[in-house]
């Protein structure tokens, strides 16, 4: 069941530095080193943090997702490690080396163009079109959850909250409200916890309006809700202020100097009613004709 080349031998994982700290878990900046002589690959290594048995759960069905998914615009899974000291398990994932989108945006922004900011949606765009076609929902799409692998190719990575829609709903629905932020949520997973290839859509929009702020944390989506909302709000009143606002139509603010169809796509993303909301397919479609416009 697993190939020779999925298990990573703990004594040869040397240690470099910490990457960052996910939803339960942190990623580690390892060499996978054999023959001791630094030779080896440089590989993103993610750890349990703490054991609660439902993270356990959530941790095997991470990778399990991810070990399933063959996708140039997917973080690619490499294999796992048995930690005997720890009793847990290691997922080994390649590494990029441009490191997260938040972080390439803060400093590249001066020489990204549109062009590149819709090469990039584009490559989103074909990652979540193939994670559809596997029958999985992200659940947690944000700039927050993008990797640079090159200044021309960015990766969906983080598989944490995704989950696969049964075959006979059109949407997956969780028991309890999750970790991640309402900020990117459609609104019927806001009131009725409801999560589908329509609400990715939904976050996809989002992503797009954080891709178009060139993921400026003083105009992240966040900010800008709590700024509309009210920072006296506490959560999870929170999430009904939200609700009640896109209810009442009013939408993230188009970014300044957003192309005029950027921003409709982004809004066609945000129809409340999640089946008029655009197929992934076709968004590839807008974004394409978007980046012919950006060429004249
Ligand atoms: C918790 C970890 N956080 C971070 N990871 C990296 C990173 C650089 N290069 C990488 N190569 C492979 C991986 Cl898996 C991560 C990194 N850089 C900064 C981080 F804060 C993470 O996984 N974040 C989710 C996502 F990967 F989508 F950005």
Redesign the pocket.
Known sequence: KKQQQDVFEERYLRFISI????NF???E?CRYDPWGDNTGDLV?V?ELQSNKQATVTDFQREIQTISSLHCDYI?KYKGICYSTGRLSTKLV?????????I?YMEKHRQNVCTRRLLLFASQICKGMEYLQSMRYVHRDLAA????VASDTLVK???FGLTKIIPVDKEYYRVTQPGESPVFWYAPESISELKFSHKSDIWSFGIVLHELFSYCDISRNPKRLCIQKIGSYVQSPSMAIHLLNLLKDNWRLPAPSQCPPKVHSIMMQCWEFNSEDRPSFSSLQDLIENSLLDERE
Do not use: F, H, T, W
């Open positions: 990457l960052g700290k996910g878990g942190s990623v900046l993103a993610k973080v994932m390649e590494y990029l080396p441009y490191g997260s989108l972080g927050r959850n993008i990797l969906i990575a983080d």
